[in-house]
């Protein structure tokens, strides 16, 4: 019992005065670009940038720009007895890049997620699903882009 209290001292002590700090916090800085491009699917571009939360600073002519590609793919991945497809794999990817003022490429990445949706005979129907499902996987694609663009700015 008396180990596992110095331990603990001992990891507070060490954590505290070793310069670790955790990268997502409550309140982060934001995120200044001069130029933000987000290209591709315009109807998952706009919810992306959104999402992102970067901030435009146009006045600021040395900062960095972000560019963005966003694109989504469907991929048929059950049939059924009668040939019809049943479910289909929704794989959104989004490719960016940080320039400097120069516009010499600083990082470059990408993210990606699939989710598979059961569709039935309603087309319409399929296609609102699709759409929200393309929508929803938005989300953890931003959530990553945004920790590497904290880490690669840092």
């Known amino acids: ?7 603990g001292l001992f990891l507070i002590l060490f954590l505290t005065h070793c310069g ?11 995120i200044y670009f001069s130029k ?6 315009q109807d998952l571009a706009f ?14 002519l040395k900062g960095n720009q972000f560019n963005a590609q966003v694109f989504s793919t469907e991929e048929t991945s059950q049939i059924d007895a009668r040939g019809v497809p049943t479910e ?4 959104l990817t989004v490719s960016f890049e940080i320039k400097d003022k120069t516009g010499l490429v600083v990082y470059s990445g990408s993210a990606e997620k699939s989710i598979r949706v059961a569709i039935t005979d309603n087309v319409s129907n399929n296609i ?3 759409n929200n499902s393309k929508v929803s996987l938005l989300d953890p694609i931003a959530q990553s882009i945004k920790f590497k ?6």
Do not use: C, H, Y
């Not at 700090?21 to 800085?29: A, R, T, Y």
């Open 36 to 41: 933000i491009e987000i290209t591709g699917q």
């Open 47 to 60: 919810p992306l940038e959104q999402k992102l939360g970067l901030i435009k600073d146009e006045k600021n």
């Open 1 to 7: 019992m008396k180990i596992k209290k110095v331990f």
């Open 149 to 154: 663009i904290r880490t690669a700015l840092k």
């Open 20 to 30: 670790f700090s955790p990268i997502f916090l409550g309140d982060q800085k934001p």
């Open 88 to 91: 289909t794999t929704v794989k």
């Open 128 to 130: 609102i699903i699709k």
